[in-house]
């Protein structure tokens, strides 16, 4: 079975634009999550999708959107960047949404905001 | 809340010592506890997990064991090795729909 994916690799935007980072789940998997990790720090939840609607959100502002297609593919949009905005950003899917299932983690999209 | 507090770093061992990297936990009820780790230049990898108390995680040496009564999944292994230079990073699950990770620990071996 394929890993996690996210592209792009690297993104430099300016304050006050609009991203949209994307990540390709593992086959099979029905649950994504969705974390920004800032340098130094540890991974925080932004939201999970679940069968492509919202199944839970941390304690970022509406201007953190995300989706979730039928190909276990999945974007993060953020509308309106702001200089905090920037850290790493990784996608982690599961078989399910349990609390004891294994979350496999992407690589991350480094996003830089000017 | 729901948090995970670990011993900051980094960490330096030479090379065979005896590791141990603390992790504590204030959440309500019952979470399932993680521990991942991100190699230099790669995405957080589970290592292992617990899901219930007094339940032992392990993995490649490595172990933490689920003690409620203390809130704590310390990790431990007996031997590092150069290979386990890595950050790892404890985490809890109370619901399944949201992950909570401490800060890291940086741990460097040495030969």
């Known amino acids: 079975e394929t890993g996690v994916t996210q592209s792009p690799t690297h993104l430099i935007k300016t304050r006050g634009q609009q991203v949209t980072l994307r990540c390709s789940s593992q086959?099979?998997?029905?649950?994504v999550s969705w974390y920004q990790q800032a340098l130094g720090q540890g991974p925080q939840f932004i939201f999970q999708y679940y069968r492509e609607e919202e199944n839970g959100r941390g304690n970022f502002p509406p201007r953190f959107s995300g989706l979730q297609f039928p190909n276990y593919s999945s974007e993060l949009n953020v509308n309106a960047l702001e200089l905090d905005d920037s850290a790493l950003y990784l996608c982690a899917s599961s078989l399910d949404r349990g609390s004891t299932d294994t979350q496999y983690f992407g690589p991350g999209t480094r996003l830089t905001v000017l | 809340g729901n948090s995970v507090t670990q011993m900051e770093g980094p960490v330096t061992l030479s090379e065979e010592a005896f590791l141990t990297i603390n992790c504590t936990y204030t959440?309500?009820?019952?979470?399932?506890l993680f521990w991942y780790v991100q190699y230099p230049g790669e995405g957080l990898q589970l290592l292992l997990k617990?899901?219930?108390?007094?339940d032992k995680g392990s993995n490649k040496g490595f172990e933490a064991t689920y003690r409620k009564e203390t809130t704590s999944f310390h990790l431990e292994k007996g031997s590092v090795q150069v290979s386990d230079s890595a950050v790892y990073f404890c985490a809890l699950s109370k619901t399944g729909n949201q992950f909570y990770f401490g800060t890291g620990t940086s741990l460097t071996v040495i030969p």
């Open positions: 086959s099979g998997h029905n649950t």
């Open positions: 959440a309500t009820g019952y979470p399932s």
């Open positions: 617990a899901t219930k108390a007094d």
